[in-house]
C-alpha cells in the first residue's frame, strides 16, 4: 500500500524528519533528460551533484540503447546468444526489468527495442522530432523478457540475435532509487533525485515531506504544474503519451509499447502518475497503466496503488490513496510555491 507515501496532511512524515533549514538543489542535463538533485544539508549540494553525475555517466555506458560502446549494445552485438559476463551494474539493471516484467504479467518488458526502432526511436529524441517519414513494417510482439538468459552465479548475461533490449522502461526509475540511496549514503543527509520525473528519495525528508510538482513535462514552469504533492519515502514516477511523441509516416506515436501488439500503446490517457515504495515500482505501474487504458483504473485499485490518471481530454481519475485536487497544491503544502525546494544557499 502506499498510504505513508504521498500525504495530503504532512504532520506526520514516513522517515525522521530532517532539521528544517535551507533545501539546495543542483540541475544538470544528463541520459537524456533533466536531472535534480535536492539535499536538506546546503553545504553538501555541489557534492550531492557530482556524485549524480557519476552514477549517471555509469548508467548510460551500461544501459544506453543509443551508445554503439554501451556495455548493453555491446553484449547484443557480439554475445550471438551466448552467455556474456557483465557487469555488476548492467546485471543488476536487466534483473530490475525483467523481475518488472513478471510482476506486471509482461505489460512492462525490456525486449521492445525492435518496436521501439521500427517506430522511429532509435536515436536521441530530439533527432527523433525532425524524421518526416520512414519505411512502413509490419508491428510485430515483444520477443518476451523470458528470452534474456541470466545466471546469478556467473553474472552472465545471453541476449538472443533479432532481440533488442530497451532499458528505457526501467532503467532512469533505476537510476533515480540507486543515485538517492547512494548519495544520501554518503553525505548523510536527506535527498531527492528526479530524472525527468521519476523521483526517488532516501535519508531524512525535510518537515512536511519534499513537496514534488505534478506536469506533463519536466521542464513546466513551476508556477504551472499541475499540482503538488509530499512524499516522504520511496518513489514517484510519470508516464505520458504527449511529451515525447512524434509524428511517423501522417500519425502521432510515442514511446511507451504494448509489448503484445509492438506497437504504441492507445493514448487513452495524456498523463499517469503513480507513488510507490521505489521509484522502480512507481515507473513500473505508471508506464503499465497507459498500456492498459481504461484497465487501469481497476488493476491499480485492486493493487493499492495511488495514483492520478489524465485522460487525453484532461479528465482526471484518482486511484487508491491519491490526494484530491486543489488549486495548485496539495493540501499540507499549500505554502510551498515550487514543486522542488529551490532555497539555494
Same mark, same amino acid.
Given at each position: 500500500?502506499?498510504?505513508?507515501?504521498?500525504?495530503?496532511?504532512?504532520?506526520?512524515?514516513?522517515?525522521?524528519?530532517?532539521?528544517?533549514?535551507?533545501?539546495?538543489?543542483?540541475?544538470?542535463?544528463?541520459? &537524456? #533528460?533533466?536531472?535534480?538533485?535536492? +539535499?536538506?544539508?546546503?553545504?553538501?549540494?555541489?557534492?550531492?551533484?557530482?556524485?549524480?553525475?557519476? @552514477?549517471?555517466?555509469?548508467?548510460?555506458?551500461?544501459?544506453?540503447?543509443?551508445?554503439?560502446?554501451?556495455?548493453?549494445? $555491446? +553484449?547484443?552485438?557480439?554475445?550471438?546468444? %551466448?552467455?556474456?559476463?557483465?557487469?555488476?551494474?548492467?546485471?543488476?539493471?536487466?534483473?530490475?526489468?525483467?523481475?518488472?516484467?513478471?510482476?506486471?504479467?509482461?505489460?512492462?518488458?525490456?525486449?521492445?527495442?525492435?518496436?521501439?526502432?521500427?517506430?522511429?526511436? @532509435?536515436?536521441?529524441?530530439?533527432?527523433?522530432?525532425?524524421?518526416?517519414?520512414?519505411?512502413?513494417?509490419? *508491428?510485430?510482439?515483444?520477443?518476451?523478457? =523470458?528470452?534474456?538468459?541470466?545466471? !546469478?552465479?556467473?553474472?552472465?548475461?545471453?541476449?538472443?540475435?533479432?532481440?533488442?533490449?530497451?532499458?528505457?522502461? #526501467?532503467?532512469?526509475?533505476?537510476?533515480?532509487?540507486?543515485?538517492? %540511496?547512494?548519495?544520501?549514503?554518503?553525505? &548523510?543527509?536527506? +535527498?531527492?533525485?528526479?530524472?525527468?520525473?521519476? $523521483?526517488?528519495?532516501?535519508?531524512?525528508?525535510?518537515?512536511?515531506?519534499?513537496?514534488?510538482?505534478?506536469?506533463?513535462?519536466?521542464? /513546466?514552469?513551476?508556477?504551472? $504544474? @499541475?499540482?503538488?504533492?509530499?512524499?516522504? *519515502?520511496?518513489?514517484?514516477?510519470?508516464?505520458? /503519451?504527449?511529451?515525447?511523441?512524434?509524428?511517423?509516416?501522417? %500519425?502521432?506515436?510515442?514511446?511507451?509499447?504494448? !509489448?503484445? /501488439?509492438?506497437?504504441?500503446?492507445?493514448?487513452? =490517457?495524456?498523463? +499517469?502518475?503513480?507513488?510507490?515504495?521505489?521509484?522502480?515500482?512507481?515507473?513500473? =505501474?505508471?508506464?503499465?497503466?497507459?498500456?492498459?487504458?481504461?484497465?487501469?483504473?481497476?488493476?491499480?485499485?485492486?493493487?493499492?496503488?495511488?495514483?492520478?490518471?489524465? %485522460?487525453?481530454?484532461? /479528465?482526471?481519475?484518482?486511484?487508491?490513496?491519491?490526494?484530491?485536487?486543489?488549486?495548485?497544491?496539495?493540501?499540507?503544502?499549500?505554502?510551498?510555491?515550487?514543486?522542488?525546494?529551490?532555497?539555494?544557499?
Amino acid at each position: 500500500m502506499t498510504d505513508t507515501l504521498i500525504e495530503r496532511d504532512v504532520d506526520r512524515p514516513a522517515v525522521p524528519a530532517a532539521p528544517e533549514g535551507i533545501i539546495a538543489t543542483r540541475t544538470m542535463r544528463a541520459i &537524456g #533528460t533533466t536531472a535534480v538533485v535536492a +539535499v536538506t544539508d546546503a553545504g553538501q549540494a555541489d557534492a550531492a551533484l557530482a556524485l549524480l553525475a557519476a @552514477d549517471l555517466r555509469a548508467i548510460d555506458e551500461a544501459c544506453s540503447r543509443f551508445r554503439a560502446d554501451s556495455e548493453l549494445r $555491446v +553484449v547484443e552485438q557480439t554475445g550471438a546468444g %551466448r552467455p556474456v559476463p557483465v557487469s555488476p551494474l548492467l546485471y543488476e539493471a536487466l534483473e530490475t526489468a525483467c523481475s518488472i516484467a513478471v510482476q506486471t504479467a509482461g505489460i512492462v518488458d525490456p525486449t521492445i527495442g525492435s518496436a521501439l526502432i521500427e517506430l522511429g526511436y @532509435d536515436r536521441d529524441f530530439d533527432e527523433v522530432r525532425t524524421i518526416e517519414s520512414a519505411p512502413e513494417y509490419e *508491428a510485430q510482439a515483444a520477443p518476451g523478457w =523470458w528470452q534474456i538468459g541470466m545466471d !546469478p552465479q556467473l553474472r552472465t548475461v545471453a541476449i538472443p540475435d533479432g532481440v533488442h533490449v530497451d532499458l528505457g522502461s #526501467t532503467a532512469k526509475a533505476f537510476a533515480a532509487d540507486r543515485a538517492a %540511496r547512494r548519495i544520501a549514503d554518503a553525505l &548523510g543527509c536527506g +535527498v531527492l533525485v528526479n530524472l525527468g520525473g521519476d $523521483v526517488a528519495v532516501s535519508g531524512g525528508a525535510p518537515v512536511g515531506g519534499w513537496a514534488v510538482g505534478i506536469a506533463a513535462e519536466c521542464t /513546466t514552469a513551476l508556477d504551472a $504544474v @499541475d499540482q503538488v504533492v509530499a512524499i516522504s *519515502a520511496g518513489g514517484l514516477a510519470s508516464s505520458g /503519451t504527449t511529451a515525447r511523441s512524434w509524428v511517423r509516416n501522417g %500519425r502521432t506515436v510515442h514511446h511507451i509499447i504494448d !509489448p503484445w /501488439t509492438g506497437e504504441a500503446a492507445p493514448a487513452v =490517457w495524456s498523463l +499517469v502518475t503513480t507513488a510507490a515504495h521505489s521509484c522502480v515500482e512507481a515507473n513500473a =505501474w505508471s508506464t503499465a497503466a497507459v498500456v492498459l487504458g481504461e484497465d487501469a483504473i481497476g488493476d491499480l485499485g485492486a493493487r493499492g496503488i495511488a495514483a492520478r490518471l489524465v %485522460r487525453a481530454d484532461g /479528465t482526471i481519475v484518482h486511484v487508491g490513496d491519491w490526494p484530491g485536487e486543489t488549486p495548485r497544491f496539495a493540501a499540507g503544502t499549500a505554502d510551498r510555491s515550487d514543486p522542488i525546494p529551490r532555497k539555494v544557499q
